[in-house]
């Protein structure tokens, strides 16, 4: 039986991390995944697929919308999607093969298989051929993932009524997407088909689509994909989803309790994800399970079993794969003695529409409800030069600082590259800067990330552009 410091169980961006931060401090490591291929749900099924087809998806709304403002006349354009598919697939196998040379050249130990505890030392791992091997671990970091969410009444075919994994591998552009769920992954998906040619049609259960995040932000990106043809209907509560052969037929109630019906070819049902725990055996050693399936921990990330630890989604917190990332690394940390912490307050959210949408830190809604005095800086992209010459002038960057002290509280950006400037106010706000501190530092002009300092500029109202 082969002997471990550390087994990681799961090999997403949680998992592989930890996995080669363990191997860095020194600690002899194995990893198990149950598919052929390393990545996890991010790598396979979600960020990095989902976002190859966003940028092909653009190039393509790009040449039919915006080539002929810029003096580029084409004619004849069309979309070869298995093509489009194909290139998808094919960035998604190098960055997985990206993650065995990572694990060869850490000397980390792969076993392709279901991983299950035996005991809170023994795993054993069951193989797609039927056989078992087991391996002993001192400590073990579970980072199993999630898996999408569904609604009781609704039974997902994978045929026409989807979820995000499906629509990444469809074999046809749909006549009309209806997507359950106005959250990000229902946005991105349906950002994509729409501009391929779709109609697309967004039903959320919340008078506002992204719930949770900044007002501002949610009402100005209704705003610019309602412009780019999207439908939205918010307030309405879904109430059944049935395929009928080519269709799909979903009834919903909207605000006043009317019947509202939809018929579409196919149904993204993008309602959110659950923590993936199901055959590990955590019952068998005792480790608690909160009623959303979330594994319990510590501040550590440390189960109610002391050499077993959980990261990523299938503990609390916003399951994105940089805080998976994270998470992975403070506990090998802490497994090989030292002390490192998390600020879960800057770790940033991203939307990969276009504009996209990026925040970090507290909404103007949370500043209100927890009684803080607070300055606001907006800033319009429409007003940059950089942004004018390339026609994105859709978006703005709003400032929360504190009143009395100037320290930056939260970032709310709307607007072209967001999801790359969100990092100047993480950094910002991980030093605790106020918005003078980024007023006065030199952005190179004429650049996107203007903006973030003419917002901060605003705060005092001092913007020299608006």
């Given at each position: 039986?082969?002997?471990?410091?550390?087994?990681?169980?799961?090999?997403?961006?949680g998992?592989?991390?930890?996995?080669?931060r363990?191997?860095?401090?020194?600690?002899?490591t194995?990893?198990?995944?149950?598919?052929?291929?390393l990545?996890?749900?991010?790598?396979?099924?979600?960020?990095?697929?989902?976002k190859?087809?966003?940028?092909?998806?653009?190039h393509?709304?790009?040449?039919?919308?915006?080539?002929?403002?810029h003096?580029?006349?084409?004619?004849?354009?069309?979309?070869n999607f298995?093509?489009?598919?194909?290139?998808?697939?094919?960035?998604?196998?190098?960055?997985?093969?990206?993650i065995?040379?990572?694990?060869?050249?850490?000397?980390?130990?792969?076993?392709?298989?279901?991983?299950?505890?035996?005991?809170?030392t023994?795993?054993?791992?069951?193989?797609?051929?039927?056989?078992?091997?087991?391996?002993?671990a001192?400590?073990?970091?579970?980072?199993?993932?999630?898996?999408?969410?569904?609604?009781?009444?609704?039974?997902?075919?994978?045929?026409?009524?989807?979820?995000?994994?499906?629509?990444?591998?469809?074999?046809?552009i749909?006549?009309?997407?209806?997507?359950?769920?106005?959250?990000?992954?229902g946005?991105?998906?349906?950002?994509v088909?729409?501009?391929l040619?779709?109609?697309?049609?967004?039903?959320?259960?919340?008078?506002t689509?992204?719930?949770?995040?900044?007002?501002?932000?949610?009402?100005?990106?209704?705003?610019?994909?309602?412009?780019?043809?999207?439908?939205?209907?918010?307030?309405h509560?879904?109430?059944?989803?049935?395929?009928?052969?080519n269709?799909?037929?979903v009834t919903?109630?909207?605000?006043?309790?009317?019947?509202?019906?939809?018929?579409?070819?196919?149904t993204?049902?993008?309602?959110g994800r659950?923590p993936?725990?199901?055959?590990?055996?955590?019952?068998?050693?005792?480790?608690?399970v909160?009623?959303?399936?979330?594994?319990?921990?510590?501040?550590?990330?440390?189960?109610?079993?002391?050499?077993?630890?959980?990261?990523?989604?299938?503990v609390?917190g916003?399951?994105?794969?940089?805080?998976?990332?994270?998470?992975?690394?403070?506990?090998?940390?802490?497994?090989?003695?030292?002390?490192?912490?998390?600020?879960?307050?800057?770790?940033?959210?991203?939307?990969?529409?276009?504009?996209?949408?990026?925040?970090?830190?507290?909404?103007?809604?949370?500043?209100?409800?927890?009684?803080?005095?607070?300055?606001t800086?907006?800033?319009?992209?429409?007003?940059?030069?950089r942004?004018?010459?390339?026609?994105?002038?859709?978006?703005?960057?709003?400032?929360?600082?504190d009143?009395?002290?100037?320290?930056?509280?939260?970032?709310h950006m709307?607007?072209?590259r967001?999801a790359?400037m969100?990092?100047?106010?993480?950094?910002?706000?991980?030093?605790?800067?106020?918005?003078?501190?980024?007023?006065?530092?030199?952005?190179?002009?004429?650049?996107?990330?203007?903006?973030?300092?003419?917002?901060?500029l605003?705060?005092?109202?001092?913007a020299?552009?608006s």
């Amino acid at each position: 039986m082969n002997t471990y410091d550390v087994a990681v169980i799961g090999s997403g961006p949680g998992g592989y991390v930890a996995a080669i931060r363990c191997a860095q401090l020194g600690l002899k490591t194995a990893i198990i995944e149950k598919y052929n291929t390393l990545g996890g749900t991010c790598l396979n099924v979600g960020c990095i697929p989902s976002k190859a087809l966003l940028d092909s998806s653009h190039h393509f709304y790009d040449a039919t919308k915006n080539f002929a403002t810029h003096g580029i006349e084409v004619s004849g354009l069309e979309v070869n999607f298995k093509q489009m598919i194909a290139r998808k697939n094919e960035v998604v196998s190098q960055t997985s093969g990206g993650i065995n040379y990572l694990m060869d050249k850490n000397k980390i130990d792969v076993f392709n298989g279901f991983g299950s505890f035996i005991d809170a030392t023994h795993i054993t791992i069951t193989k797609t051929d039927g056989t078992t091997e087991q391996i002993e671990a001192s400590k073990t970091i579970i980072a199993t993932g999630s898996k999408p969410s569904t609604l009781p009444f609704i039974e997902i075919d994978k045929k026409r009524i989807i979820t995000s994994t499906e629509a990444l591998s469809l074999t046809e552009i749909p006549k009309h997407l209806i997507v359950i769920g106005g959250g990000v992954i229902g946005l991105e998906l349906g950002s994509v088909y729409k501009r391929l040619g779709a109609e697309v049609s967004v039903i959320e259960y919340m008078p506002t689509i992204t719930p949770g995040m900044d007002s501002m932000l949610s009402k100005e990106l209704q705003k610019v994909l309602k412009k780019q043809g999207i439908k939205f209907y918010t307030s309405h509560k879904v109430t059944s989803a049935v395929n009928k052969g080519n269709e799909v037929i979903v009834t919903a109630e909207d605000k006043k309790g009317n019947l509202v019906e939809f018929k579409g070819d196919y149904t993204l049902i993008s309602v959110g994800r659950k923590p993936f725990t199901e055959g590990l055996g955590l019952e068998t050693i005792g480790i608690k399970v909160t009623e959303r399936g979330q594994i319990e921990t510590n501040d550590h990330l440390q189960t109610n079993v002391s050499n077993i630890y959980a990261i990523g989604d299938v503990v609390k917190g916003a399951m994105l794969a940089h805080k998976a990332e994270e998470e992975g690394t403070m506990v090998a940390e802490i497994i090989a003695g030292q002390k490192p912490h998390i600020n879960y307050n800057l770790i940033p959210g991203v939307i990969y529409t276009w504009p996209e949408v990026a925040c970090v830190g507290k909404t103007e809604e949370q500043l209100k409800e927890e009684g803080v005095n607070y300055k606001t800086g907006i800033f319009a992209m429409r007003a940059l030069g950089r942004a004018r010459a390339s026609m994105d002038i859709d978006g703005q960057i709003k400032v929360l600082a504190d009143a009395k002290t100037d320290e930056i509280l939260g970032v709310h950006m709307i607007g072209a590259r967001a999801a790359d400037m969100i990092a100047e106010a993480v950094i910002a706000m991980e030093f605790r800067a106020s918005s003078e501190d980024i007023a006065r530092s030199s952005h190179a002009h004429p650049t996107y990330t203007e903006a973030f300092k003419e917002a901060c500029l605003a705060v005092n109202d001092r913007a020299i552009h608006s």
